[in-house]
């Protein structure tokens, strides 16, 4: 069973910066491509950043150049550096594990899903 569990959500104001962190555990996790996807109230889940197995990384537009991805596979884990975030970056954050070495940006090419984790971005 594969899980994953985001942390490093919270309150920033606009131009500040945050860490999320998903750790997976369940398989061997640098064989795989992993994601980070957000979903704002009101509006569906929305591709952010994707990193392969060979740490080749996609990014979704409206966040390159402020937010990286990269991952640990000692640890396990994936991590998303966001810097001069802004209002419309507040959304609830998933990690998502994917279903091949190489990942995309659909909803579909990952089968794991992390609970989530808040961030909100004051003016």
């Known amino acids: 069973q594969v899980h994953l569990v985001e942390s490093g959500g919270g309150l920033v104001q606009a131009g500040g910066s945050l860490r999320l962190s998903c750790e997976a555990s369940?398989?061997?996790?640098?064989?795989?491509?992993m994601a980070w996807f957000r979903q704002a109230p009101g509006k569906e889940r929305e591709f952010v950043a994707l990193?392969?197995?060979?740490?080749?990384?996609t990014y979704t537009d409206s966040v390159r150049g402020r937010f990286t991805i990269s991952r640990d596979n000692a640890k396990s884990t994936t991590y998303l550096q966001m810097n001069t975030l802004q209002p419309e970056d507040t959304a609830v954050y998933y990690c998502?594990?994917?279903?091949?070495?190489?990942?995309?940006?659909?909803?579909?090419?990952?089968?794991?899903w992390g609970q989530g984790t808040q961030v909100t971005v004051s003016s």
């Open positions: 998502a594990g994917g279903r091949l070495a190489v990942g995309g940006t659909t909803l579909r090419n990952y089968d794991y």
């Open positions: 369940g398989r061997t996790f640098s064989r795989y491509a």
């Open positions: 990193i392969n197995w060979n740490d080749a990384t």
